[in-house]
Each structure stands twice: as structure tokens, then as C-alpha cells.
């Protein structure tokens, strides 16, 4: 298995700029999760998904997209970046929230300037 | 505001040592959990302790929950110089599907 994969690794934006973060698990995990992380900031949720077809918002949604068309696929939208968008973005995906397992797995992380 | 809080915010040690992390949250949980960052890596997931547990261990690690306090301890016995890392509480607040992050402790093992 390949775990929990992103692309692409680094990116570069000018303000205005729109651009979307791919995120993909082959675990087949029903939960996947955005977070972004910003030096002593910890993570902050953005948005996430309870099942294909279902998303909600985290702590820091404004700003971002997300749709779940897919079991596998959880891509993140910025529709207009600002500088104050980057950050480093990580993708996390686990088996459903009605298990006991929870145990998040991440992706290697997106490292985002917007300039 | 985020739900956890780890203190202390850094912490040095000689290995061999024992360190100690603790996380304080906010609001009820149905868990609360402990992850491991590697430099600017991919978190990993450490250990898992359901609000009606009180204790548990994973080789060196022993985390302990206090729900009346609302508080974690993440203990870390006979240190190495691998486990120089940033750590992570995350809880799942009750009634919700988010987990969510603590500002996490940096621990530096010196050889």
C-alpha cells in the first residue's frame, strides 16, 4: 500500500492565483481530513469528510474547498490564495469515526508559499 | 482558539532520561490521542486512550488520562537520541468527528 500520498510537494503561488492540493489513500479509510501548520501554531483542521459524498468544516475553513466525489480522493481548493495561506498542508485519512481504531494516518505534506 | 494545549512547549534531556509531556484540553472528548513529528515530517500516530480509560502503555510509552482535569500525561522512559521529535495531543471533542490538535512539545534527546 502507498498510505496516504500528495501532490505535489512544494508550490509556489502569486496572490489571486487558484490551485488545488491532491490527496489520495488506497487504505480504503471512509474518514479524510485537511490540516494546515504554521510554525508554533500545532495543526489546525480545515475541512474534513465522514464518507464520499460528505464534507463539513473544521477550524479554519475560510478560504478552501473540498469536495468527495470518492472513497480515495480528497482534493483541497484554494480559490484565491493569500499570503496568509502558507503553510505547510497535510492530508489525513483513518477508518470511520464509528470504530475504535481513529488512528489518522498522513500524507508527506504540502509545503505552499504564496507569494 | 485550539481545544489542547501541550506543556512544556520545549523540553531537553540527556538520554536515558525520562521526558514528560502534558496536554491540557477544553471541552468533553470520546479520545484523546498522542502523534510524533519528525522535522517538519508527516505526524505519526503514537497511542490512543478512550476517555473511560485511565492508563496505557506502548513499549517506552506510558500516557495517562484524567477526564475530571481535564489533562494528558505523555511519559517517554529511558530516552534516545531518535525520539528527539515535536509531539502532539489530539482529541476528538464529544459528539463530533473532528480531531483536533494541541501546539505540541518539542523534545530534544541529547547522546
Known amino acids: 500500500n502507498a498510505g496516504v500520498t500528495q501532490t505535489p510537494k512544494f508550490q509556489v503561488l502569486k496572490t489571486g492565483q487558484s490551485m488545488t492540493l491532491q490527496c489520495a489513500q488506497d487504505m480504503n479509510h471512509e474518514y479524510m481530513s485537511w490540516y494546515r501548520q504554521d510554525p508554533g501554531m500545532g495543526l489546525r483542521l480545515i475541512h474534513y469528510s465522514v464518507g464520499a459524498g460528505i464534507t463539513d468544516q473544521g477550524e479554519v475553513p475560510n478560504g478552501y474547498n473540498v469536495s468527495r466525489s470518492t472513497t480515495e480522493d480528497f482534493p483541497l481548493r484554494l480559490l484565491s490564495a493569500a499570503p496568509s495561506q502558507t503553510s505547510v498542508y497535510f492530508c489525513a485519512s483513518s477508518y470511520s469515526s464509528g470504530t475504535s481504531h481513529w488512528e489518522q494516518y498522513f500524507g508527506p505534506g504540502t509545503r505552499l508559499t504564496v507569494t | 482558539s485550539q481545544q489542547g494545549e501541550e506543556d512544556p512547549q520545549a523540553l531537553s534531556i540527556q538520554e536515558g532520561e525520562n521526558a514528560t509531556m502534558n496536554c491540557s484540553y477544553k471541552?468533553?472528548?470520546?479520545?484523546l490521542q498522542w502523534y510524533r513529528q519528525n522535522s517538519g515530517r508527516g505526524l505519526v500516530h503514537l497511542i490512543l486512550?478512550?476517555?473511560?480509560?485511565r492508563e496505557k502503555h506502548s513499549g517506552r510509552l506510558r500516557v495517562t488520562l484524567d477526564t475530571s482535569k481535564k489533562s494528558s500525561s505523555l511519559l517517554i522512559t529511558a530516552s534516545r537520541a531518535a525520539d528527539t521529535a515535536s509531539y502532539f495531543c489530539?482529541?476528538?471533542?464529544?459528539?463530533?468527528?473532528?480531531?483536533?490538535f494541541g501546539t505540541g512539545t518539542r523534545l530534544q534527546v541529547f547522546p
Open positions: 471541552t468533553s472528548i470520546n479520545n
Open positions: 486512550i478512550r476517555s473511560n480509560e
Open positions: 489530539a482529541t476528538v471533542p464529544y459528539n463530533t468527528d473532528k480531531l483536533i
